[in-house]
């Protein structure tokens, strides 16, 4: 099994411009996590899916933040414009059940200057 | 507030010491994870124990839970140089729905 997969692993971008982060989840998991992680804040939680639909957005920054999963195999998170304290990693994990192991992709180091 | 909060934040120890991480929580939970981040990396999930579990193993891993005190504790036994990572508690809250909560992390560095 390859795990999960995020697309790209590095970006960096231009304030004010559009940036979409891509997640291939394992193969048969129900749930799919979009975290982000910074020194300051740590780990964060900012959306979730439940068989492709989005049970949970309350951790989206705002409304400049955007995510979607058209189908079981894959999901994007999006910002729409993009701002210098968008920079940090952005994690993908699924999960077979929601309260069991999380498998977590390798992250997206997005760097807004 | 954080869920879950480790102590200490970093602790550093020589190759074939033990490491011991604590964590606290706030609610009641359904069950408690550890997992491990190595630099640059995502989080690898390490044992899960469940409320009406005291204690698990898992190698040289050995997680306590004591929901009177809300708290946990990861022992690392014999430590080698590649247990160097930051590690993390994550509690399912009975609260929470179906979403995990991540500790603040400690970060472990073994000497070699």
């Known amino acids: 099994d390859a795990g999960v997969i995020q697309s790209p692993r590095h970006e960096v971008t231009e304030m004010g411009q559009e940036v979409t982060l891509r997640c291939k989840p394992i193969s048969g998991h129900d749930y799919l996590f979009w975290y982000r992680q910074t020194m300051m804040r740590g780990l964060e939680l900012l959306i979730y899916f439940n068989n492709n639909v989005p049970i949970d957005d309350s951790g989206m920054p705002e409304d400049r933040f955007s995510a979607k999963m058209p189908n079981a195999s894959f999901s994007t998170l999006k910002i729409q414009p993009s701002e210098p304290r968008d920079s940090a990693v952005y994690f993908c994990a699924s999960s077979g059940t929601s309260r069991e192991t999380q498998y977590f992709g390798p992250g997206t180091r997005l760097l807004v200057l | 507030s954080q869920q879950g909060e480790e102590d200490p934040q970093a602790l550093s120890i020589q190759e074939g010491e033990n ?21 640059g990396r995502g989080l690898v999930h390490l044992i899960l124990i469940r409320s009406n579990e005291r204690e698990k193993h898992s190698g040289r891993l050995r997680v306590t839970l004591d929901t009177s005190k809300k708290s946990s504790s990861l022992l690392i036994t014999a430590s080698r140089a590649a247990d160097t990572a930051s590690y993390f508690c994550a509690t399912d809250a009975k609260s929470s729905g179906d979403k995990l909560t991540f500790g603040t992390g400690t ?3 073994v000497r070699p």
């Open chain 2, 19 to 39: 490491a011991t991480m604590n964590c606290s929580y706030k609610t009641s939970i359904n069950n408690l994870q550890w997992y491990r981040q190595n630099s």
């Open chain 2, 107 to 109: 970060r472990l560095a």
